[in-house]
């Protein structure tokens, strides 16, 4: 499973910091900031959500109301 998150689009409500540890808050600049992601496109990140961390990463993709955070399973397809 693996999680994708455009910092571009955060708008730093978060809410995604409450629902999983791997997104912490930056408060410099106003948004979270996903810890151990790999920088994939400018100010995109990707992260292998490591085992036993699915539902936190599900929920933390559900609750941010910007759409910033996408999930998708290990043959690609989008789950949230
Ligand atoms: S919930 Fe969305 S908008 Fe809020 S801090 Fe997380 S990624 Fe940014």
Same mark, same amino acid.
């Given at each position: ?13 978060? +809410?995604?910091?409450?629902?999983w ?13 996903l ?42 397809? +989008?789950?949230?």
């Amino acid at each position: 499973m693996k999680i994708r998150y455009d910092r571009n689009t955060c708008i730093g409500m978060f +809410q995604c910091v409450d629902e999983w540890d791997a997104f912490e808050k930056n408060l410099d600049d106003g948004k979270a900031d996903l810890a151990g992601a790999e920088e994939v496109e400018d100010g995109v990140f990707e992260l292998e959500v490591p085992d036993g961390e699915e539902f936190e990463a599900e929920f933390s993709a559900r609750v941010c109301p910007v759409d910033a955070i996408e999930l998708y399973d290990d043959d690609g397809e +989008q789950v949230v």
